[in-house]
C-alpha cells in the first residue's frame, strides 16, 4: 500500500511516495537519483547494493523502507564527491581499484563500516570484511591495496566522517 | 531531494562534427557511404577521437586516449574519446577485448599521424621554412624548443573545415620519443566510479521513463529447437490486475514482459504474472559434458598435419590417452543487464551495454521492421562481462516494450534471468594420444578438441520468430590449437559442433581449454621422460620470445628444477606443490593472430583431508609488446589471474534436466577476498614492438599451471574442471565411501494431521449437533455506536485488539485494518478471514455488542451461523469480558470498509456448518484462564493474555482431527499456522538452548532473540501487533511463557554454537554442494562473524520437520519490527533455488547447524509440497 515514508539520506530528511515494503535501493535509485547503490542481485548476496544504515553497513535490496524508520542512511554520494572525496574513495581513486567498477560501491561502504568498526584492521578481518562482496572483474588486489592505505596507522585523515543524523537539515 | 539525476547522454552524430566550423576531420573514406570519422581536432584545442570498441570495464578508454595524445604530442586530458555509438564512431565490429589495442587503435594512431603532418605542412608553408625542421608539441608547431618562430594549432584550424582523408602511410611517430604510451596513466573513470557519479547504462534516465520486467521461458539458458518461441500456452492478465501503477502486460509470441510506472511495481508483476507455458524437452546431462559433447554431431577439421601421426604412435611403446574436460562456464558480471529504449515516430534509440553496438542495431532492425538509419544505439558501460552477457537481449526487450507501450522504458534483468539466460561459456572436450621417443621426446601429438559454437541469437528474435531457433555453427574451437612445440608427427583437430546450452564467447575463448591440454600434457611427458618440467618445454619451445618468458618467470620463482612430484613437501594434512605452464593467445580466424605471451608458476596448499585447494602465489609473467599503460596491464594481470583461477578452482554451471539450475551466486560461487593469491607480475619490457592485447592473455595458462601444482603436491593428474574439493578428495581418498549424513533413511511417514476418515467423524459432530438446538441470530443493530464509548474503552480495545493479533488474520488485501479477505490455509480447507469493520453489509456493523461477543466466545455470528474455529473462540472465551468490550468499542471507531470477504468453502464434511454445534459442544470449554493465587500478579496477567486474547494456542497447541486444539500435555506443543510450523512452546521444545523470560521478552517485543533468532512468517506479524502492549504486558507474557517450559536442556547458547562450528568441516564434506550454496546465498548474512545470532540457535533447524526453514527460504522473512540495530529483511529464495538446491542446501543446514539430531527424512517430499503450496 503506498504511503509516505520519511527517510535521512545523506543528512537531509526526504518523503517519498512508495508502499513500505519497497526496497531501499529502488528509491534510492529512482526516487532520489542516487546512484551509487547498484542492483546486484537483489538476494542480499553481492554487496553491490550496500549503504551505511547508522555506521553499519546494510544491502538496500533486502532492506524494506518501512524497516529503515529514523536511522539515518549514507550513499556512496554521502561519503564524499569527486572534489572532494572521502578518505576511503580517495584511496580507491589513488590505488585505481576498479576495472568496470560496478561492485565498487560496496566495496567501499563496507570499508567505511569496517573502518569506523576497526580503526587499523589486521589483513584477515579486512579479506573478511569484504569475503561476501563479489567482484568478476578481478579488482581484489587493487582493492586490497586501497582498504590497507585506508586502514593503515599513518593515515589521519578522517575515515569516520560522514553524516550520521538529519538534525534539522532538510 | 533529488541526487545526482542523470539523464541519458546522446553521443553527437558524426554528421555534426561533419559540419562544424573551425575543426579538422580525419575519416577513412567508404565505398558508396559516409567516410568514417576518426578524428576532430577543434581550434580551441580539443581533440575528439573515435573508436568502434567500447570500454568494458578494462579501461581501454584511457589507453586508446594515450595513443592519440601521444601522436599529436597534445596533452592526454584534451583527448576525448567517443566508443561504439552507432551515431558517431566507425564501425569497427564487435568488441573482443584483445583486439582494440592490436587491431581497432591502428586507424586511430594513423589518423592521428595523418592531422599531424598535416599540420607540420601547413605551418612550413606559414612559416616558411622545410617541414623536416618543424615539429608538433602541446598545440603549437615550432623550429626548435624556444624558438620564436611558431604557429598554434589554433591558428592553422580557425575559420576552416578542414578534411582529411586517413593515411595509411603517414609516418608514425618513434616509440623512443614516447612520453605518454607506456607511462602509468591513471584512469579518467575511477574518481568518478569511487563516488557514484559515472554513469553506467543502468543509471540511464529518460523524461517519462517507466520500468520493465521480463518473464522468461521455462527452458533457461536454451534458444534451440522447434520448442523456441512455441512453448507459451497463456497469459492471464487479470492475475496482475491489482497491480498499481501498472501499464502493459505484452505479449509476442514466447515474449512477455510488463511495464509499471515503478519499478517495484514491475517487479510485483513479474513475480505474480500467471504464465503457462508448454513443459520444455529434456536436455543431455550437461552436468557432465564430456558424453553430450561426444554425441553431438560435428564436422572434423584438421588444422595440422604434420609426418605421420599414426604410425609414430603405433611405434612408440607406452602412448598415452588423456581427454581433459571443461565446464560450462558464465560470464557472471555483477550487474545483470539493463538497457533503455525510447520508441518514437522518427525512430528509436537506445541505451546500451553491448558489446557490439553495429550488430546490434542491425537486429532491432530486423526484429522491429525498422531500417538501420532510423535507430541509434547508445552506448554505456556496464558491469564487466569478459564476453557476450545478456546486454544485447535486455537491448532488444526494451525496445519491444517501449514499442508497445510508446513511452521510454528501462528493463533491468533479474539475477535469476542474467544466470539462467546469459550466453554460457562453452563447456569443452579434448583428447590427446603421444608418446616419447627414444632420447624421451614427444614422438607423436595427436589433439582433438570438440566446441560447441557459440552465436546465440539475440533472445527476442528467436522468442518472437522473426529468426528460427536453428543453430549456426561457428569456427572458434581453433584458438591456441597448434601447440606451441616442435614436434614433428603432429596432428590437430577441431571438431566444429552447433551448440547445445546458449553460448557465446567467453575470456580466453577455447583457447583456455586447449591450453589446458596442452600444457597438462606436456607436463606429463616431462614426467615420462623424467626431466624437470620448464627444461622440457624449453626444449621444443621454438619462438625466441617465449623461450624468453619462461626462462625469466622460472628464475624470477626461483624454480627449483625436479623430475617428478613431491618437490614441496607437507605440513600435517597439508601437501605443497608447484606447477608451471605458458601459453601464447592466438585470437581470429584461423591460423589467427598472437596476442600477449603469458606464463604462470602457480604455488597451492592442498589439504588432503578436506581436498581443499589454496592457490597461495602465482607469479605471472607477460610479454605484451609495447606496453601503452603500464598499470593498465598490469591491472589486467591481476584481474586475469585472479578471474581464472575462480574458474578453475570453483566454476561450473548446473543444470537441471531442462534449463540452467544456477540461478544466484551460491549456486554458481566466485572466488573471494579470502581466497585471492598473492601474484607477482612480470612484464617484458618490448617498447619497440607493437602492442599487443593484454586483455586475456594472462587467463591462458592458469587451468595447466594450477593442475599441474597440485600434481606436484599430490602425484594425480586432474584433467576436469573446476577442481572443487569433492572432486580432489575423491581422488587423494578413493576408499574412503561417500559420507552418508546424505542418505536420508526411506520411511513412509505422514504428516500427523492429515485428513483422516470424514465418516466417522461426520458421525460424531452430527451426533454432537443433535444434542445442541439451533442457534438463534441476534436482532441487527442500526449503528455500533462509535461515538457513545469512552476513550478509556476504545485505549483497551486497541490494546486487546493488539494482543489478540486481529488485523494479522483480518486485514485487507489492499492493507486496510480489519477489512478480511485473508485467506488462511487450515487442513480442512481455505477459511477466509472476515470483514470487521463497522460497515453494515460488509462488517460487523449491524452486530450488537451481544452478537459481538457470542461471536468472540462462541463462534456463532449475529445470523446463528457457526464460525470455523480457525476464529480462536476457545481462547476468546477466556478473556477478559472488559477487553472484549472495549474491543467492540475500539473496532466501532475504524474506518468502514465495503469490501465483503469471500465466502469460505470447506471441504465436505466441514463445509457444513451446522456440525460446527456438534464441534463446539465436544471442544468448547468454558473454562477461564488459568489462574493461580499462589503465583505473582505478572504471571497470572501473562496466563490471562497467552491463553485468553492472546491465543497462543490456536497456532502453538497441535489440533485434532477435527481442528480442535489438543489439550493437556499437547496444549501448546506445537501447531502449525498458515504453512509455517508453530514450535512448542511446552516442555516439547524443540529449541537447542531453553527459552528464558528474558529471551521470551526479547522475542516478543523487539522480533529476536540474541539465542534464538527471530520471529518469521505469521509470527513476525503477531511481534508487530504486539507493539502497542506496554512493555508490562510483554514482561507477564514472557513469566507465563516461561513458567511452561521446564524440561529443555540447559545447555547455553556457546555450547550449541561451538557444536555446530565442530561440525563445520564434516557437514561441508558430507554436502560439499550445499555448503557452497550456504556461503554464497546465505552466509553474508548467516556466516561466522556476522551479527545475527547463529542458525545453531534456530529452533527450526532442530525441528522434526524442515517446514519452517522452507517456508522461510521460500517467502522471506521481515525486517524484525522492534530491533534496534536491524533493517534488512530476508529475501526470497523461491525463484533462485530449484528443487534439488533446495534439498543440497537443507542437507547442509541440518548437518552443520544441528549436527545432534538425524537428518531431515523424506526431503524430496517435504521440498515438493513446500514448492506446490500456493505462492509466498
Ligand atoms: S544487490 Fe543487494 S546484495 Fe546483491
Ligand atoms: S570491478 Fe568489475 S565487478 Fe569489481
Redesign the interface.
Known amino acids: 500500500m503506498t504511503a509516505s515514508t520519511i527517510l535521512c539520506v545523506n543528512g537531509r530528511h526526504v518523503t517519498v511516495e512508495a508502499d513500505s515494503k519497497t526496497p531501499l535501493l529502488y528509491v534510492l535509485r529512482n526516487d532520489l537519483g542516487l546512484n551509487g547503490p547498484k542492483y546486484g542481485c537483489g538476494l542480499g548476496e553481492c554487496g553491490a547494493c550496500a549503504v551505511l544504515i547508522g555506521d553499519r553497513a546494510a544491502r538496500s535490496c533486502t532492506v524494506p523502507i518501512g524497516a529503515v524508520k529514523t536511522r539515518p542512511i549514507t550513499t556512496l554520494e554521502g561519503l564524499g564527491t569527486e572534489r572532494d572525496p572521502h578518505p576511503v574513495q580517495a584511496a580507491f581513486i589513488a590505488h585505481q581499484a576498479a576495472q568496470c567498477g560496478y561492485c565498487l560501491n560496496g566495496m567501499i561502504i563496507a570499508t567505511v563500516a569496517l573502518l569506523r568498526a576497526n580503526l587499523h584492521p589486521a589483513e584477515a578481518e579486512i579479506r573478511q570484511a569484504l569475503r561476501h562482496h563479489l567482484c568478476r572483474c578481478g579488482t581484489h588486489i587493487e582493492i586490497l591495496a586501497a582498504v590497507r592505505a585506508a586502514a593503515a596507522p599513518a593515515d589521519t585523515g578522517d575515515r569516520t566522517r560522514g553524516d550520521r543524523t538529519c538534525g534539522d537539515r532538510t | 531531494?533529488?541526487?545526482?539525476?542523470?539523464t541519458a547522454p546522446h553521443d553527437r552524430p558524426a554528421a555534426d562534427y561533419r559540419a562544424d566550423a573551425d575543426t579538422l576531420l580525419v575519416a577513412r573514406p567508404v565505398a558508396g557511404g559516409a567516410p568514417e570519422l576518426f578524428l576532430a581536432l577543434r581550434a580551441d584545442g580539443g581533440i575528439t577521437a573515435f573508436n568502434g570498441h567500447v570500454d568494458?570495464?578494462?579501461?581501454i578508454r584511457t589507453a586508446l586516449a594515450q595513443i592519440v595524445a601521444e601522436e599529436l604530442s597534445a596533452p592526454f586530458e584534451r583527448v576525448t574519446m567517443v566508443l561504439g555509438s552507432t551515431a558517431a564512431t566507425p564501425n569497427q565490429g564487435p568488441t573482443i577485448a584483445s583486439e582494440t589495442i592490436q587491431v581497432a587503435a591502428v586507424p586511430l594512431r594513423q589518423a592521428a599521424a595523418t592531422a599531424r603532418a598535416f599540420l607540420v605542412d601547413e605551418a612550413a608553408q606559414r612559416l616558411s621554412c622545410p617541414p623536416g625542421a618543424l615539429h608538433l608539441e602541446d598545440g603549437v608547431v615550432r623550429a626548435a624548443e624556444g624558438d620564436n618562430l611558431f604557429v598554434t594549432v589554433g591558428e592553422l584550424i580557425a575559420g576552416r573545415a578542414i578534411r582529411l582523408a586517413l593515411d595509411p602511410q603517414a609516418p608514425l611517430k618513434p616509440s623512443a620519443a614516447y612520453t605518454l604510451v607506456g607511462r602509468a596513466q591513471?584512469?579518467s573513470?575511477?574518481?568518478?566510479?569511487?563516488?557514484?557519479?559515472?554513469?553506467?547504462v543502468?543509471?540511464v534516465?529518460v523524461p517519462g521513463m517507466v520500468?520493465g520486467r521480463v518473464v522468461r521461458p521455462p527452458h533457461a539458458g536454451f534458444d534451440l529447437g522447434p520448442h523456441v518461441g512455441a512453448s507459451l500456452i497463456s497469459v492471464d492478465r487479470a492475475s496482475v490486475a491489482d497491480i498499481?501503477g501498472l501499464i502493459d502486460v505484452v505479449v509476442i509470441g514466447d515474449f512477455v514482459g510488463v511495464v509499471a510506472t515503478?519499478?517495484?511495481n514491475a517487479v510485483a508483476a513479474m513475480r505474480q504474472l500467471k504464465v503457462a507455458w508448454r513443459t520444455p524437452p529434456r536436455i543431455p546431462d550437461l552436468n557432465a559434458p564430456e558424453a553430450p559433447l561426444r554425441d553431438n554431431p560435428s564436422t572434423a577439421r584438421v588444422l595440422a598435419d604434420r609426418g605421420n601421426v599414426g604410425r609414430a604412435l603405433d611405434a612408440a611403446p607406452g602412448a598415452m590417452e588423456r581427454t581433459y574436460v571443461w565446464p560450462y562456464q558464465m560470464?557472471?558480471?555483477?550487474?545483470?543487464s539493463c538497457a533503455v529504449a525510447e520508441w518514437q515516430d522518427e525512430g528509436l534509440t537506445v541505451w546500451s551495454g553491448t558489446q557490439n553496438p553495429f550488430p546490434m542495431r542491425r537486429d532491432l532492425s530486423r526484429l522491429l521492421d525498422l531500417p538501420e538509419e532510423r535507430i541509434v544505439v547508445e552506448r554505456l558501460?556496464?558491469?564487466?562481462c569478459?564476453g557476450r552477457n545478456c546486454a544485447d537481449d535486455v537491448t532488444a526487450d526494451a525496445a519491444l516494450l517501449s514499442r508497445a507501450v510508446g513511452r521510454p522504458v528501462r528493463v533491468?534483468l533479474?539475477?535469476e534471468q542474467e544466470h539462467g539466460w546469459e550466453p554460457k561459456g562453452a563447456a569443452q572436450v579434448i583428447d590427446v594420444r603421444g608418446a616419447l621417443d627414444a632420447e624421451g621426446g614427444p614422438a607423436a601429438y595427436d589433439f582433438e578438441t570438440r566446441y560447441p559454437s557459440n552465436l546465440a541469437p539475440t533472445l527476442a528474435l528467436v522468442l518472437t520468430g522473426k529468426v528460427p531457433p536453428v543453430a549456426d555453427v561457428a569456427q572458434m574451437g581453433d584458438r591456441t590449437a597448434i601447440p606451441p612445440y616442435a614436434i614433428s608427427n603432429l596432428r590437430v583437430t577441431v571438431h566444429d559442433m552447433p551448440p547445445i546450452a546458449r553460448a557465446s564467447w567467453f575470456r580466453g575463448v577455447s583457447a583456455m581449454p586447449n591450453s589446458f591440454a596442452h600444457e597438462s600434457f606436456i607436463d606429463e611427458l616431462a614426467s615420462a621422460a623424467g626431466v624437470d618440467p620448464i627444461e622440457y618445454r624449453l626444449r621444443y619451445l621454438t619462438d625466441p620470445r617465449a623461450i624468453d618468458l619462461v626462462r625469466a618467470v622460472a628464475e624470477r620463482a626461483k624454480w627449483q628444477p625436479h623430475t617428478g612430484p613431491f618437490s614441496h613437501g607437507q605440513a600435517g594434512d597439508i601437501l605443497y606443490g608447484r606447477g608451471f605452464a605458458y601459453a601464447v593467445y592466438i585470437h581470429g580466424t584461423f591460423p589467427g593472430t598472437a596476442a600477449a605471451w603469458a606464463a604462470w608458476v602457480a604455488d597451492v596448499a592442498v589439504n588432503k583431508v578436506t581436498g581443499e585447494i589454496a592457490l597461495t602465489r602465482v607469479i605471472c609473467g607477460q610479454d605484451t609488446g609495447q606496453v601503452v599503460n603500464p598499470?593498465g596491464v598490469r591491472?589486467q594481470i591481476?584481474?586475469?589471474?585472479?578471474?581464472s583461477t575462480?574458474r578453475v578452482l570453483k566454476e561450473e554451471v548446473r543444470f537441471s534436466q531442462t534449463a540452467v539450475a544456477s540461478l544466484?551466486?551460491?549456486a554458481y560461487p566466485?572466488?573471494?577476498?579470502?581466497e585471492?593469491p598473492d601474484?607477482d607480475v612480470l612484464m617484458i619490457p618490448r617498447p619497440d614492438e607493437p602492442p599487443l592485447g593484454a586483455g586475456e592473455s594472462a587467463s591462458v595458462p592458469s587451468a595447466a599451471a594450477i593442475a599441474n601444482a597440485v600434481f606436484d603436491a599430490t602425484g594425480i593428474r586432474f584433467r576436469e574442471l573446476p577442481l572443487t574439493p569433492e572432486k580432489v578428495r575423491a581422488a587423494l581418498n578413493p576408499l574412503t565411501p561417500p559420507a552418508s549424513a546424505a542418505q536420508e533413511e526411506k520411511k513412509p511417514a505422514r504428516r500427523g494431521w492429515a485428513w483422516p476418515f470424514a465418516g466417522v467423524l461426520c458421525g460424531a459432530l452430527a451426533a454432537g449437533a443433535a444434542l445442541l438446538p439451533w442457534r438463534a441470530p441476534i436482532a441487527p443493530v442500526s449503528a455500533m455506536g462509535g461515538d457513545v464509548f469512552s476513550s478509556a474503552a476504545i485505549e483497551r480495545g486497541r490494546l486487546a485488539a493488539a494482543a489478540g493479533a486481529c488485523n494479522v488474520c483480518h486485514v485487507g488485501a489492499?492493507?486496510t485494518a480489519f477489512a478480511g479477505g485473508r485467506p488462511l490455509e487450515t487442513p480442512f480447507g481455505t477459511v477466509y478471514a472476515s470483514n470487521i469493520t463497522p460497515d453494515r453489509a460488509a462488517g460487523i456493523g449491524s452486530w450488537s455488542y451481544r452478537a459481538f461477543e457470542r461471536a468472540m466466545r462462541q463462534g456463532i455470528r449475529r445470523d446463528g451461523r457457526h464460525l470455523y474455529p480457525a476464529h480462536p473462540y476457545t481462547s476468546f472465551a477466556k478473556a477478559d469480558e472488559r477487553d472484549i468490550q472495549g474491543l467492540y468499542a475500539y473496532l466501532a471507531t475504524q474506518a468502514s470498509s465495503p469490501v465483503a470477504a469471500p465466502e469460505t468453502r470447506l471441504r465436505f464434511p466441514f463445509s457444513l456448518r451446522p456440525l460446527m454445534a456438534g464441534w463446539n459442544a465436544l471442544f468448547l470449554s468454558s473454562a477461564a484462564a488459568p489462574a493461580d493465587p499462589a503465583r505473582s500478579a505478572e504471571w497470572n496477567r501473562g496466563a490471562e493474555l497467552v491463553e485468553g486474547l492472546g491465543h497462543c494456542a490456536a497456532c502453538h497447541s497441535p489440533r485434532n482431527a477435527l481442528g480442535a486444539e489438543k489439550t493437556g500435555a499437547a496444549h501448546l506443543a506445537g501447531g502449525f499456522a498458515d504453512g509455517w510450523h508453530a514450535p512448542a512452546l511446552s516442555s516439547a521444545s524443540r529449541a537447542p538452548v531453553g527459552w528464558t523470560e528474558t529471551a521470551l521478552y526479547d522475542y516478543l517485543r523487539t522480533g529476536r532473540s540474541a539465542d534464538h533468532g527471530a520471529a518469521a512468517g505469521p509470527m513476525a506479524h503477531v511481534v508487530e501487533s504486539l507493539g502497542p502492549l506496554p512493555d508490562a504486558d510483554i514482561r507477564a507474557m514472557a513469566t507465563y511463557l516461561a513458567s511452561l517450559n521446564t524440561a529443555t536442556p540447559a545447555r547455553d547458547a556457546s555450547a550449541v554454537i561451538a557444536a555446530s562450528e565442530t561440525a563445520a568441516t564434516r557437514a561441508a564434506m558430507a554436502e560439499p554442494v550445499g555448503a557452497r550454496l550456504f556461503e554464497?546465498?546465505c552466509?553474508?548474512?548467516h556466516?561466522a562473524?556476522t551479527r545475527l545470532p547463529s542458525l545453531a540457535l534456530n529452533s527450526n533447524l532442530h525441528a522434526n520437520q524442515p517446514t519452517n526453514v522452507l517456508a522461510a527460504l521460500r517467502a522471506g522473512i521481515?525486517?524484525p519490527a522492534g530491533e534496534p540495530?536491524?533493517?534488512?529483511?530476508?529475501?526470497s529464495?523461491d525463484a533462485?533455488l530449484d528443487q534439488r538446491a533446495l534439498g543440497d542446501l537443507l542437507r547442509y543446514l541440518r548437518a552443520r547447524f544441528a549436527p545432534e539430531r538425524a537428518p531431515w527424512q523424506n526431503l524430496s517430499d517435504a521440498i515438493a509440497s513446500a514448492r506446490n503450496a500456493p505462492g509466498p
Not at chain 2, 189 to 200: E, L, N, P, V
Not at chain 2, 331 to 336: F, Q
Request: aromatic share 8%; net charge negative.
Open positions: 531531494m533529488r541526487g545526482q539525476d542523470m568494458l570495464g578494462t579501461g591513471p584512469r573513470d575511477i574518481s568518478a566510479k569511487a563516488t557514484g557519479t559515472f554513469q553506467y543502468h543509471d534516465r520500468h498499481a515503478r519499478e517495484e560470464h557472471g558480471s555483477i550487474g545483470p558501460e556496464a558491469a564487466g569478459y533491468q533479474t539475477r598499470d591491472h591481476h584481474g586475469n589471474v585472479i578471474q575462480s544466484e551466486w551460491g566466485l572466488i573471494t577476498f579470502p585471492v601474484i489492499d492493507g554464497g546465498a552466509a553474508a548474512c556466516g562473524g521481515a525486517a540495530d536491524e533493517t534488512m529483511a530476508m529475501p529464495f533462485s
